[in-house]
């Protein structure tokens, strides 16, 4: 091997990082029920008996209103965090513990070993009670749906009816999407994720090589390695080295091999080593092949293969009808095994069916294992924080969480023009502060749209729904007269395509509010015409200068009223406001106004 | 099989489009040589002797001086294209023959199969003349640059010196890239496709693990197969697999098995066929099984993978620097197995030792395959058609092609600014209208940015050199003082962040000429104060409605002024228009001119 390090130059730590979390293993603090009677599977095969590990985290209150399922992924067991400091790491330490985002201080966390699998709950690997003999391949077909039946008797075992919080990634988020589903009378809120309703065909096209790589290889037996007393070693690495690829980002990668591209490892193993990637996949191959079982694998990943909640939004619509959760759903944004668009997909479904969902695409470079890394966690993990304790909040208190309500005249000129209870969408809500104004009316028919991730946040810590979207791509996800109104706050001047804009609110909306800064304004004039300088609207981002305002368009009072008028627009009212003043204008509005609000709607609807 | 359709219901050219070009397998218009003296390889190999079959289209002219050599990708052959409507398909149909991009009734065509392949050229299937058996896995290791020794060894017997063009796609275009390297003085232009100065650590590792599948399969048997009489089928297919999951983007895999989802064909195969993606890649992985060779495939991934110009700029720069070509550099968006970024490395390395270099990511929904496809050549073969004519008439002509003048007062105000053979540098310079100009007074010491593919494409029709870019990204690719003058003409309105463009500018350009629309003009002014309509300046577009002028950024000449007051910049000189009267204007240009040319540059250049 030319080119190599020793491999005690380097420690597994430093080259490996996401290993040691992957592959850690131990089940000291695991329990176990054993149900005897025969579980009858959603494609019709049966278990004589079904045996569930799992491990708790916290205290069950008296309520038993504080239970968090956590779903592991494909290959991954009920150890999902240390139990005291002297235990081993679990797989999700960063997210659950005392003080964490699952703050076991407060709540009773459970992650159970998922039907299929091979760390002790009844898996291929498990030894068929009728035959004495190992399933093997006969173990029967099952889906995502048999993995949470499973759950659910667990559940029942442990007298646990309403899930806080279910709560998981990749497989473990097709688990928590299929609770919603099944059993929404049971479930407060979803957190799915890094997941999606269904595969992308490129991810499913890794799948069936990974095994087709496993059933290829003549250790196999046809799934009766165990009797030959072999181990499908070969294929089943391979099929590890395909997912590890697809688990970090290509500049992540880029990265973590790109300067020492040539420089593989000299780690014992029979697969190629020359290059540094291939040494990293070569002993994330043989590892796997000591702590998974192959025929698991099989299973768990047809499993995951064949979740399809739909394919078409309607499809995906009538799946989620009749949720009644409230939502968190996150991607990352370089995921390209389960690539942000399909969690856009859900959460749009879910918009179109006036669900209370949150969604954020968090920016990262560690592609589908950032659900499993420290990395973003300043954003995701405080977003599931924020929503899991507002959403506690709200279970136990009937009102949503308290807001500290700054001065804003516009803001509070909008609200009177709501009538009580109505459905209001936001766009480029910001952080929320007309939301959370009328939230503390006890108003959840109302969401907020914002492009900017940390305003997403504020949003989630202030209780308030929000969907990060751009604008500026339009509000497809919302049916024609959607809301009572939308909203568009000082920001028109800020979008690109106004036309496209207001006719999607018009759309959506049944009365749409439109306020901008008026560039007719007599101090602009002034600027322009007795100092010759470009005129410097405010739009409340304190940032004036032509090369630099965040304005892109500008338009007079004037200029929006004749708009309105080609656009077949109806103006319902109109508020002019000289902010500076703090003061409503009647006269010359068009220059004597800085601001305007407008409510507007299609003209057609009303005759 | 549940769910399959039957075979005979889907046409194979309907399904498996793709497949017809790369299974193409006939050799019948196919020449060769052989040469029998010892090869020295690179790496201190050596063959006995060197067979190389290729084949050839159109005719040798008596200058010889119009070949261009086309170089195969990983698993293609000398079988580019059909030499008669009654032969069979070649890989590159779309664009070599009569008419074609590649016009045999002008060009003088040479495909040969590569060094390492096993389509007749010398490669491991080979006799070794040395033991009268194959060479197996005892091939000796070969790089990118014995392949093009071999390619040169084909055109010296062929008495060629000179190649108009060297062209190629994938491997193909390292294949060109290295012959740019090794015999400058030999080729008078290049166009890699899809390719890349080395692999992403991504690609890299999917070749790794495809090899690892090889070396598994029990039927290798060390590279001995044909001795024992087996053939690495399945490792060889499951690599092949792979290699088609590269090949197609996502979007693109979506729609072609997303609708029938879980309907595979019912081919005859041992791979999983219950979704249709998987009876693809089975019927993939069994065609290829057939036509190529497991050590060739082994044996030309591997020289792939150790092709490596360059990883950081300087290494490029450095490895580029004594080409003497002009150049044409393709990538396509969704291409993800040589993403787009890695044509511009080797492009921005090209810029930044002022090489004559094209480049244009053309959109395309193909990935990787878009290269072999008719979906996007209105664009990439177009380019590569008008580039080849325009660098064989400058060959030819000793000029640049003609070209037909409109009439532009503000370009002929520019032009007379410039020094003769000054080089320029123009941003956003749309069809190139301002460069074809100074292009004419034969100075070659120009190039274009451009945003837009189809203006990109203009350019290039123009024969004038332009590189697809965005100016918001900044001009790292450029030295400082690299330019005597960079230019942008009635863009500063259209950028958003107006000091970061304009440093980059002050940055690379010795003297910049900035020309934007004065909203001080007085028009404008009276606009807005008498009739209170926000002003709405032209800058050509001729779209001036405020809610979808592609300005947005508004500035007087005053506020230009102040702002290089501001930031240290020196205004030499200042050209005021009155574009409607055709004038220049002298007196109180603030609102006497619509137009303002200037020439700045950093002032502190000048202490």
């Known amino acids: 091997m030319t080119n190599s390090v020793p491999s005690s ?34 494609n019709g095969g049966i278990l004589p008996e079904i045996r569930i590990v799992y491990e708790t985290y916290g205290k069950l209150n008296t309520a038993k209103n504080n239970v968090i399922l ?22 999700w330490d960063i997210l659950i513990g005392p003080g964490k985002p699952l703050d076991t201080n407060k709540y009773f966390v459970i992650c159970s070993n998922c039907l299929g699998g091979c760390r002790g709950t009844t898996g291929p690997d ?24 499973v759950q659910r008797l667990l559940l029942d075992n442990l007298g646990i009816d309403k899930l806080l919080c279910v709560i998981g990634g990749s497989l473990g988020g097709a688990n928590a999407l299929e609770w919603t589903i099944r ?38 037996h046809e799934g009766k390695y165990h009797e030959k007393g072999t181990v499908p070693a070969d294929g089943l ?34 697969f190629e080593t020359k290059f540094s990637v291939g040494s990293y996949l070569a002993h ?29 939004p309607e499809e995906l619509q009538e799946a989620l009808r009749n949720t009644t959760c409230r939502w968190l759903i996150l991607s990352f944004s370089t995921d390209w095994l389960f690539p942000p668009f399909l969690s856009r997909e859900i959460t749009d479904a879910l918009l179109a069916v006036g669900k209370r969902v949150n969604y954020c695409n968090i920016q990262s470079e560690c592609g589908h294992d950032a659900f499993l890394l420290s990395n973003d966690f300043a954003y995701y993990g405080e977003m599931i924080r924020s929503f899991i304790d507002n959403t506690a909040y709200e279970q136990a208190a009937g009102t949503p969480p308290p807001f500290v309500r700054p001065d804003r005249l516009d803001y509070d000129l909008i609200l009177d023009l709501f009538p009580k209870n109505a459905s209001v969408l936001d766009l480029g809500c910001g952080r929320g502060g007309l939301l959370a104004r009328l939230r503390q009316q006890n108003n959840d028919n109302i969401i907020g749209i914002e492009v900017k991730e940390k305003y997403v946040l504020s949003c989630i810590q202030r209780g308030i729904d929000v969907v990060q979207a751009d604008l500026n791509e339009g509000l497809n996800m919302f049916a024609d007269g959607q809301f009572d109104f939308v909203v568009l706050s000082k920001t028109l001047q800020t979008v690109l395509d106004v036309e496209f804009v207001l006719d999607e609110m018009l759309r959506v909306g049944k009365r749409c509010i439109v306020s901008f800064p008026n560039l007719g304004y007599k101090d602009y004039r002034k600027r322009l015409c007795e100092e010759g300088l470009a005129p410097n609207p405010d739009a409340g981002d304190s940032v004036h200068e032509w090369y630099k305002t965040q304005n892109v368009r500008f338009l007079t009072l004037t200029d929006f009223e004749e708009f309105c008028r080609m656009k077949n627009i109806q103006i319902y009212n109109r508020i002019a406001l000289d902010t500076k003043k703090h003061q409503p204008v009647n006269e010359n509005p068009n220059e004597n106004a800085d601001m305007i609000i407008t409510v507007i709607s299609e003209r057609v609807k009303e005759t």
Chains 1, 2 share one sequence.
């Open 70 to 91: 956590v779903c592991h992924a494909l290959s991954g067991d009920s150890h999902a965090a240390a139990h005291s400091p002297d235990d081993d790491p679990g797989w």
């Open 284 to 312: 994330q191959g043989d590892k796997f092949v000591e702590r998974f079982d192959a025929n698991s694998y099989l299973v768990l990943s047809t499993a995951l293969d064949n979740f399809n909640l739909g394919e078409t």
């Open 126 to 149: 498990s030894i068929n009670p009728e035959t004495g003999h190992r399933y093997g391949m006969d173990f029967p077909e099952i889906t995502i749906g048999d993995i949470v039946e």
């Open 183 to 220: 059993y929404p009378a049971r479930v407060v809120s979803a957190i799915p994720l890094a997941s999606g309703a269904h595969l992308t065909s490129q991810a499913l096209a890794f799948d069936i090589v990974a095994r087709n790589a496993i059933h290829s290889d003549p250790n196999f």
């Open 9 to 42: 130059d380097i420690k597994p730590e430093q080259e490996f990082d996401s290993d040691a979390v992957r592959n850690a293993n131990p089940l000291r603090f695991a329990e176990e029920i054993r149900i005897s009677a025969p579980f009858k599977l959603e």
């Open 237 to 270: 690495a391979i099929a590890r080295m395909l997912g590890h690829i697809t688990y970090l980002s290509r500049d992540g990668m880029m990265k973590k091999f790109g300067s020492a591209r040539n420089h593989g490892r000299d780690i014992k193993t029979k």
